[in-house]
């Protein structure tokens, strides 16, 4: 069976700040993607990054940048320099990609981010 | 790329009464899920759609629960005799086949069910 932890629950930082939000992830497959997701305060599910079990190369986009680490099963999001616009719960989700997969995220709980100015 | 749209944002109703809830994809996206989301919690996997066939269904849709996508687009989720376990918000997801493996699914904003 899949899962995702996510141990942060809340986390709040004071803006420009440097902050990293956590992910371990458990699946007996070889082959599968990883993903984070943004969710503000209206509720809709922003798309920010997936990965595949065969890219561990971390990627940097803006201020945002990720570490796949296969060794810890490890997916870590570090937001540079936070802004108050960055206040958000964060998910992190797993899928399989095994044959005949339906690619259905398993989700972590979340991480609530705030960023106090 | 209009993005994934759900009606409606909120139901309110009384228990025992059924409710449905509308989905309408991302248009060229072939896949179509279902995710509940209760409150401080990830979104959880109900079911799943490709085209208009419906491929797998969680162990957390009850015969309560009745899903589909008659034609490969829109998607309907229906609840009957609704339970206070049933308040949640339900998400709709979508994303396409091919490319570079699994394209990632774009979210609704939901539709959040209370149930009084």
């Known amino acids: 069976a899949q899962k995702v932890t996510q141990a942060q629950t809340e986390i709040s930082v004071v803006e420009k700040e440097d902050v990293t939000l956590d992910c371990v992830y458990e699946?007996?497959?070889?082959?599968?993607?990883l993903f984070w997701y943004k969710q503000p305060p209206s509720g809709e599910l922003v798309f920010l990054i997936r990965?595949?079990?065969?890219?561990?190369q971390n990627e940097i986009s803006g201020r945002y940048s990720w570490n796949f680490q296969k060794s810890t099963s490890s997916f870590n999001f570090t937001i540079t320099a936070s802004q108050v616009v960055d206040s958000a719960v964060y998910f992190c989700?797993?899928?399989?990609?095994?044959?005949?997969?339906?690619?259905?995220?398993?989700f972590g709980k979340g991480t609530l981010l705030t960023v106090n100015p | 790329d209009t993005g994934v749209s759900q009606n409606p944002r909120h139901k309110i109703t009384k228990r025992g009464q059924n409710v449905t809830f509308r989905c309408d994809p991302i248009?060229?996206?072939?896949?179509l899920y279902w995710y509940r989301q209760t409150l401080g919690q990830g979104p959880e996997f109900l079911t799943y759609?490709?085209?208009?066939?419906?491929?797998?269904k969680s162990r957390l849709l009850s015969d309560r629960f009745s899903a589909e996508r008659p034609k490969g687009s829109f998607s309907t989720l229906e609840i009957q005799r609704t339970e206070q376990g049933d308040s949640a918000m339900y998400l709709c997801?979508?994303?396409?086949?091919?490319?570079?493996?699994?394209?990632?699914?774009?979210f609704g904003d939901g539709t959040r069910l209370s149930i009084l």
């Open positions: 997801a979508s994303g396409r086949s091919g490319g570079t493996g699994n394209q990632p699914q774009h």
């Open positions: 699946t007996r497959d070889t082959t599968y993607y």
């Open positions: 990965r595949n079990s065969f890219d561990e």
């Open positions: 989700a797993l899928s399989e990609a095994e044959g005949g997969s339906n690619y259905k995220l398993t």
């Open positions: 248009s060229e996206h072939n896949r």
């Open positions: 759609f490709q085209n208009e066939a419906q491929l797998e």
